[in-house]
């Protein structure tokens, strides 16, 4: 059983933006310019050997990722929008 903390306030449909904690990402940002994303799911089994991934994807194409929490910053609260 998987308990989510309180803390994280990340919820599926919420706009995230990409941060630059690694090569691709910082690719991502500034050679294709994918600063904001949809988070479409969350997982906490799918990768990085039982952290919860979130499935992000980029606003305005079909680009989509896994990526750790570490990775994307709240931009938007889906109940903002």
């Given amino acids: 059983m998987v308990i989510y ?3 994280d ?3 599926v449909g919420d706009i995230v933006e990409l941060q630059p904690t690694n090569q ?3 690719q991502l940002r500034s ?3 994918k600063h904001l994303w949809e988070v479409l799911q969350i ?3 799918i990768c990085f050997a039982g952290e919860i991934g979130y499935d992000i994807k980029h606003i305005g ?3 989509s990722r896994w990526v750790k929490r570490d990775e ?3 931009d938007t ?3 903002n929008m």
């Fill in 31 to 33: 050679q294709e310019h």
């Fill in 72 to 74: 994307i910053e709240i």
């Fill in 43 to 45: 997982c906490p089994v």
């Fill in 9 to 11: 306030k990340i919820k």
């Fill in 5 to 7: 903390s309180s803390v």
């Fill in 77 to 79: 609260y889906r109940e």
């Fill in 61 to 63: 194409s079909e680009h």
């Fill in 24 to 26: 691709r990402n910082r």
